[in-house]
């Protein structure tokens, strides 16, 4: 049984006007990490607000743990949620907003309530910053202390709106492992918003990408980088984003990491092309080559991304023959951006 | 690749006095002091010659100024009446206050909420407040008539009374009364104030609250009401400040009456001062509210300091 | 590994009979607020209504305590409304009060503008302790001040003219609107004057040209706030003026409508109400400019 399912959901805003959730349907497995990426605007956050009854849903409904809970407020459906902000009571000490949620809740009187909230803050190592109020941290112990509150109320779901959005670049990477790591300490199922495909790909036990009100692929990080749904899942995740040509009314798409000189791509079955280099970034290791192809299409500016172990001298200003393995080629319909297959495509080369 | 426009760089001279609009220093004084001057020469200026009056024999009949020592203030201090406006102002100041803060934030909380015909709704409870106090205080004294008030027939339409009240005759009620009105006018103030408060409050606190599990009075007793500290302390400054020192409710209402049961110093100082004429005396009952109203304004801002927060 | 002990997810999960009960809740709190609204609108407004329903109230009608005050019993007239606008000096005293409150902003944000920009912007270390030292002043009251004044007044020449008012009322006015300004000012962010400073103002026409109008939504609220304070004063308009034709409406209405024991009440009320209404409609337009210059100026101040 899935911990949350939402069936059939719809969120209009301005009198209808606006489709924030245009028809979603989506179902979580115990304990995995689902990652909801998409651009601004996509209704990845407004999906995780009316998971939390923060939002009420046009139509359709949100389930929790197989029952429905549309039209319940946030605190009756066992849920913890994490903010952009991390949302720390400023006048509370880092003790009492942990302890905030297990006094709303009752139930346990006020040793229980301590003993549970030192638990949590030992699972996130911030005992030591128990006395201290919320301005006096830096940032990554504030998310620590967000995380140790979500988890003091054994919630069915923890639902994190791009809680790492706040950190600088360096303590970023970090803070993805540890957050990683913890999750799969406890074993919660946690539904995860962010804008960035590098913390999707590195987090999610699965993926879903979303566009526009709708979710245009579900599924394990590797599938979706390797077979993209359509032509927005294709070019949102991967960075540089794959490359597509226009051919006989089909896009032909190759990762810039598959697009190498001829001479450095093995295998018997492979497509080439020339490519008319303008320049060539320099970018940890890596040679990222800008340029032209032409000869399987319409002429596309293209990216190749060679790695280091690609020695193949290649200049600016030259035109060099690239070539991609037959089995990296992926075909997309040219107006709907749908996944197509190759029937009929004829390439040069 | 487009050439490089070459400029004629432009530079100041060098050793270039700045103009005055630029010498921050001195501007920053010239900006300020028009207004320090015009509030030293129209306030701090009558402020010492009231105390000056306070110890002369000024009257309006005799004008001139001769020093009399603290017979003006023995004289008070001998004057019941005194004594009674003094604990009437404390009292008045005091019960008003709580009212007012606790309104304050009732109609607070309600204007912030979303809901049909609240403009309207802001119209009819701003009236209060920005409608001249004499004037509002003149319906009233209709409203609490001792022959003809509405109040009064709507009670004995319900049969809670058989003849009429005599809300500004009877001491106790005419106290209730004059407080009454304080409040009924002072409220609207409070709730704009404290609105702003209540804005300021960041969403997602509020939100992570509801997350929380946290209730409608959780939130707003451990929530809502530490994080407004601030903002009420504000209200509840203004608001005393309004009634301690206000003289027109009490002037128009009751003129102090029914036998200075309802008299505040500020009433007391103008009737002493103007009608009386006795303008020595009128000062010096005056003078005991700066210090009053001082030590109040401290404690309250003291209060805050220490409950600040963000 | 896990280490929460945590519930399988069916237990402790929502039923139906909460859900029911939650959405019950949810709909007798939003009653809750419009019964509260509406008490509130009553309790504010109740007075003014029943005022504007006096002041068309025949005198047999009014002077009778056994008639229903809410009702006409004999029809509505307006001659009392008439006679407050023919037999006495009401549009003078309205007019009175409009030249003074208009000249009064005027002076206010003349001297209180550049004020606020001094301890909102320019650093001096004596800032902080200046805009509190501001507000302080609100502690001398003009309950303790009009004794005094009316003194200087006299000694100016203007005792008995409107005059008078215009002078010494920016005393109450320039306090409380340096502090609102001082917050609007705050407000716009220092990245836009400096750009102006670099594109070659000077900080003044820097100030001129970019904060003012950025900052104009909140000059209008404290217009409107300082407006108000000015019609609402009574004290020094009662101690300096005694001609008719120089009083403003605030000692204008109750003096010329209460002659000894006689209280021409529904001209009475029919002035109340019509000097309520405008002021407490312009009010409102601006009332979320005000909130927002009392959040500046409270919450960070």
């Known amino acids: 049984m899935s911990v949350v399912e939402v069936r059939g959901l719809r969120k209009d805003f301005d009198s209808g006007r606006v489709h924030a959730i245009d028809g979603i349907d989506l179902a979580t497995t115990e304990g995995e990490y689902l990652v909801l990426l998409g651009p601004s605007g996509c209704g990845k956050t407004t999906l995780l607000r009316t998971i939390a009854g923060l939002e009420q849903p046009t139509k359709g409904d949100v389930l929790i743990g197989g029952r429905i809970v549309t039209g319940l407020p946030p605190r009756a459906r066992k849920i913890a949620m994490v903010f952009q902000s991390y949302a720390l009571y400023p006048h509370k000490t880092v003790l009492q907003n942990i302890v905030f949620p297990l006094k709303a809740s009752g139930g346990m009187d006020r040793a229980e309530r301590e003993q549970k909230a030192r638990w949590a803050a030992g699972l996130l190592t911030i005992e030591h910053l128990l006395s201290r109020k919320p301005r006096q941290l830096s940032g990554g112990e504030r998310q620590r202390v967000a995380l140790a509150r979500a988890l003091v109320r054994d919630p069915a779901v923890f639902l994190l709106d791009e809680p790492l959005s706040n950190l600088d670049a360096k303590l970023r990477a970090s803070a993805r492992d540890e957050l990683k790591g913890f999750q799969q300490r406890v074993g919660t199922t946690t539904i995860y918003v962010t804008h960035d495909q590098t913390e999707a790909m590195g987090l999610g036990d699965r993926i879903a990408v979303l566009y526009e009100g709708r979710v245009r692929q579900l599924g394990e990080p590797v599938e979706v980088y390797d077979h993209p749904a359509d032509t927005f899942v294709a070019t949102f995740i991967g960075s540089p984003p794959m490359n597509l040509v226009p051919v006989d009314g089909r896009l032909v798409g190759f990762r810039p990491e598959h697009l190498l000189p001829t001479e450095d791509v093995r295998g018997a079955e492979r497509t080439t092309m020339p490519l008319h280099v303008d320049r060539i970034e320099y970018l940890s290791g890596d040679r990222h080559v800008y340029g032209t192809v032409t000869g399987i299409g319409e002429p596309t500016r293209v990216i190749a991304r060679l790695p280091a172990t690609v020695t193949t001298p290649i200049a600016a200003g030259e035109t060099h023959t690239f070539a991609v393995g037959a089995d990296r080629l992926r075909f997309f319909d040219a107006e709907s951006g749908q996944r197509s297959t190759a029937a009929g495509i004829r390439l040069g080369g | ?310 | 590994m896990r280490v929460s002990a945590q519930a399988t997810t069916a237990v402790d999960v929502p039923t139906e009979a909460e859900r029911r009960r939650a959405s019950r809740r949810h709909r007798l709190g939003r009653t809750g607020l419009y019964v509260s609204a509406i008490l509130a609108a009553l309790i504010g407004a109740g007075p003014f209504v029943w005022a504007a329903i006096t002041a068309l109230k025949q005198d047999p009608d009014l002077y009778n305590p056994d008639n229903n005050p809410f009702v006409f019993n004999p029809a509505p007239t307006f001659q009392h409304v008439r006679y407050l606008f023919d037999q006495t000096a009401f549009l003078t005293f309205a007019w009175n009060t409009l030249w003074v409150g208009v000249l009064v902003v005027a002076i206010t944000l003349l001297l209180g503008m550049p004020a606020a920009y001094s301890l909102a912007r320019l650093d001096r270390p004596w800032s902080g302790p200046m805009g509190v030292a501001i507000f302080f002043v609100y502690l001398v009251p003009p309950s303790l001040l009009f004794l005094s004044l009316s003194r200087i007044v006299a000694a100016t020449g203007l005792q008995d003219s409107t005059w008078s008012l215009v002078l010494i009322y920016p005393t109450i006015t320039i306090p409380v609107s340096v502090w609102l300004l001082i917050g609007y000012l705050k407000s716009v962010p220092r990245d836009i004057e400096e750009q102006a400073m670099v594109d070659g103002y000077s900080r003044l026409g820097a100030f001129l040209r970019t904060v003012v109008p950025l900052a104009l939504p909140g000059i209008v609220a404290v217009v409107v706030f300082a407006f108000t304070l000015t019609a609402s004063e009574f004290i020094y308009a009662l101690a300096f003026i005694s001609p008719t034709h120089e009083k403003v409406i605030s000692t204008g209405v109750p003096t010329e409508l209460i002659r000894g024991d006689v209280f021409f009440w529904q001209s009475l009320q029919a002035a109340t109400v019509l000097v309520a209404v405008p002021i407490a409609f312009v009010f409102n337009l601006f009332l979320e400019r005000l909130i927002a210059g009392f959040t500046m100026g409270a919450v960070k101040g």
């Open chain 2, 1 to 310: 690749m487009a050439e490089a426009v070459r400029t004629e760089a432009v530079l100041p001279a060098v050793g270039a006095r700045r103009r005055l609009s630029d010498r921050e220093g001195a501007l920053a004084w010239l900006f300020l002091l028009p207004s320090v001057v015009y509030i030293v020469a129209l306030v701090a200026l009558p402020f010492v010659l009231a105390i000056g009056f306070s110890f002369s024999d000024v009257t309006a009949g005799d004008p001139s100024f001769d020093w009399v020592g603290v017979r003006n203030y023995r004289r008070i201090f001998d004057d019941p009446v005194f004594w009674h406006s003094l604990q009437n102002t404390l009292v008045f100041t005091a019960i008003s206050m709580a009212l007012i803060v606790v309104f304050g934030k009732v109609l607070a909380n309600i204007l912030v909420a979303d809901f049909r015909g609240k403009w309207l709704v802001r119209f009819l409870v701003l009236l209060p407040w920005t409608t001249p106090v004499a004037l509002s205080s003149i319906a009233w004294l209709w409203l609490l008539d001792s022959v003809y008030s509405p109040i009064d027939w709507v009670l004995r339409q319900i049969g809670l009374l058989q003849t009429n009240t005599y809300w500004l005759g009877r001491p106790h009620l005419a106290m209730a009364s004059v407080i009454a009105v304080h409040v009924w006018r002072l409220v609207p103030l409070a709730a704009v104030i404290m609105m702003a408060g209540l804005v300021a409050i960041p969403k997602e606190v509020q939100e992570q609250a509801e997350v929380d599990g946290a209730g409608f009075w959780r939130r707003m007793f451990e929530i809502t009401i530490p994080l407004t500290m601030p903002v009420i302390a504000v209200a509840a400054l203004f608001g005393a400040i309004f009634t301690f020192t206000d003289m027109t409710v009490v002037y128009i209402l009751t003129r102090g009456g029914p036998t200075n049961s309802t008299q505040v110093l500020a009433s007391w100082a103008f009737f002493r001062g103007i009608e009386g004429g006795d303008v020595a005396q009128g000062a010096a009952i005056a003078l005991f509210l700066f210090p009053l109203l001082l030590a109040a304004a401290i404690a309250i801002l003291r209060a805050v300091r220490r409950m600040e927060v963000l």
